[in-house]
């Protein structure tokens, strides 16, 4: 600082940053606790805040957008402090929603094979069945193949009981 002379005495008036009868003290610029989610260093005439994670800022008191990259393949992302939590569309799960669900797990195809899709699956049927889930059996007798007889239906199949007289596969001889 700068001394003024007076009568068997002096008065320094100190640069910024310093304090004291001869300015020799540092003034605290971390007495006021500037840094709201952070460590304070003191400095001359001035501080440095070292952030703790997920915050930013010259005080430490904004909030590091966790969304900001999209982390959410198929989902919508809500900010936390260093995190970030997804909530997934219908059809995918996991930590990024970047998982399809599958919707085969649970052999919903009583006859027939599944293919996954997202949040949907299809049935293939196998010859005799149908339906979504392939769990109806197609009537075989619907055309009437017993000409002179009887029809029980099977599984892609089906069985004709003749009438008198009358014989073959389909009673027609």
Known sequence: GACTDGVNSYTCTCTAGWQGTNCDSNINDCAANPCVNGACTDGVNSYTCTCTAGWQGTNCDSNIDD???????NGACTDGVNSYTCTCTAG?????CDSNIDDCAANPCMNGACTDGVNSYTCTCTAGWQGTNCD?????CS???????????????????????????????
């Open 136 to 140: 109806s059996n197609i009537d075989d």
């Open 92 to 96: 995918w799960q996991g930590t990024n």
């Open 143 to 173: 055309g009437n193949p017993c000409v002179n007889g009887a029809c029980t239906d099977g599984v892609n199949s089906y069985t004709c009981t003749c009438t008198a007289g009358w014989q073959g596969t389909n009673c027609d001889s």
């Open 67 to 73: 969304c900001a990259a999209n982390p959410c393949v």
